[in-house]
T-cell receptor, first 119, second 107 residues
Framework: VQLQQWGVGLLKPSETLSLTCAVSGGPFSGFYWSWVRQSPGKGLEYIGGMLHGESATYNPSLKSRLSISIDTSKQHVSLRLSSVTAADTAVYYCARGVVVGGTYLFDYWGQGTLATVSS | EIVLTQSPATLSLSPGETATLSCRASQSVGTSVAWYQQRPGQAPRFLMYDAVKRAADMPARFSGSGSGTDFTLTISSLEPEDFAVYYC??????????FGQGTKLEV
């Protein structure tokens, strides 16, 4: 399973961050396709995710600015974060959410995309 | 909201030694804890699930223990590639996932 992601890396405040993650080498349905970000020098923050056929779910702290969608035909997962500020500067990862044993976790990750917000 | 607190923030050891990393949950989470390893410039890598079970292909020197609120990741006979940042994670009330703040294992 491979997750290959891309998107614009440099944004100005108030712009919209758009990222796409392409999934290959494994099934697409039945997994919780998610986004996790990591601010410079910081830990991991869950952003949101989506199961095919269901509504996306979001971190409440970002919900008003966030949109996650999936295109099953292309096996793509997309993220849009509007009205970005410097606080949104981070490496953004797409990840595959799955239940393993009794634990809901992320077993495959994209390579990460650095999004920098600067005027 | 469940908070995961990891300690220590930084652990300084030498190759061949044993590392003991702690993750404490603000309330009981049973055994539903995963651990990840993140090397510099890389994405996190899934290591452990159900607190005590290794992911496929993970070396036996990695072991986990704990249940309820206290969890431990132990890495015995440290190899050079083991020096990285380690995170614990739990799925909180849907749809939230919570990560600890990480422990940096350094030489």
């Amino acid at each position: 399973v491979q997750l290959q992601q891309w998107g614009v890396g440099l944004l100005k405040p108030s712009e919209t961050l758009s990222l796409t993650c392409a999934v290959s080498g494994g099934p697409f349905s039945g997994f919780y396709w998610s986004w996790v970000r990591q601010s410079p020098g910081k830990g991991l923050e869950y952003i949101g995710g989506m199961l095919h056929g269901e509504s996306a779910t979001y971190n409440p702290s970002l919900k008003s600015r966030l949109s996650i969608s999936i295109d099953t035909s292309k096996q793509h997962v997309s993220l849009r974060l509007s009205s970005v500020t410097a606080a949104d500067t981070a490496v953004y990862y797409c990840a595959r959410g799955v239940v393993v044993g009794g634990t809901y976790l992320f077993d495959y990750w994209g390579q990460g995309t650095l999004a920098t917000v600067s005027s | 909201e469940i908070v995961l607190t990891q300690s220590p923030a930084t652990l300084s050891l030498s190759p061949g030694e044993t590392a003991t990393l702690s993750c404490r949950a603000s309330q009981s989470v049973g055994t539903s804890v995963a651990w990840y390893q993140q090397r510099p410039g890389q994405a996190p890598r899934f290591l452990m699930y159900d607190a005590v079970k290794r992911a496929a292909d993970m070396p036996a020197r990695f072991s986990g223990s704990g249940s309820g609120t206290d969890f431990t990741l132990t890495i015995s006979s440290l190899e050079p590639e083991d020096f990285a940042v380690y995170y614990c994670q739990h799925r909180d009330s849907w749809p939230m996932f919570t990560f600890g703040q990480g422990t940096k294992l350094e030489v």
